[in-house]
Nanobody
Framework: QVHLVESGGGLVQAGGSLRLSCAAS????????MGWYRQAPGKQRELVAA???????NYADSVKGRFTISRDNAKNTVYLQMSSLKPEDTAVYYC?????????????????WGEGTLVTVSS
């Protein structure tokens, strides 16, 4: 079993900042990719920022220059520093990871999602 636990969401005024954290735990052999998605009310889930399997980063155009993704490999943790927040950034933010998990001596590729953390930006 592999689990992702997010933290850091909350209510912030427009122009403010928040930092989200996501820690992966469980029978993890390696993490191939890890990042953040978000889903606003009535909208589809979308990529916000992520580390790819090659180690590069992808950002949604709407957050470039305002959000920064970083990671601590030793802690299996990824962070999302969000600055200059806008009301349209309001959403549930989900952590996502592609991991190689070990179970009963076998390695398996898994996609794992966190439960989400709500970010609300007031105008």
């Amino acid at each position: 079993q592999v689990h992702l636990v997010e933290s850091g969401g909350g209510l912030v005024q427009a122009g403010g900042s928040l930092r989200l954290s996501c820690a992966a735990s469980g029978s993890i052999f390696s993490i191939d990719a890890m990042g953040w998605y978000r889903q606003a009310p009535g909208k589809q889930r979308e990529l916000v920022a992520a580390f790819t399997s090659g180690g590069s980063t992808n950002y949604a155009d709407s957050v470039k220059g305002r959000f920064t993704i970083s990671r601590d490999n030793a802690k299996n943790t990824v962070y999302l520093q969000m600055s200059s927040l806008k009301p349209e950034d309001t959403a549930v933010y989900y952590c996502n990871a592609w991991v190689v998990a070990t179970m009963l001596g076998f390695a398996s590729d898994l996609e794992v999602w966190g439960e989400g953390t709500l970010v609300t930006v007031s105008s």
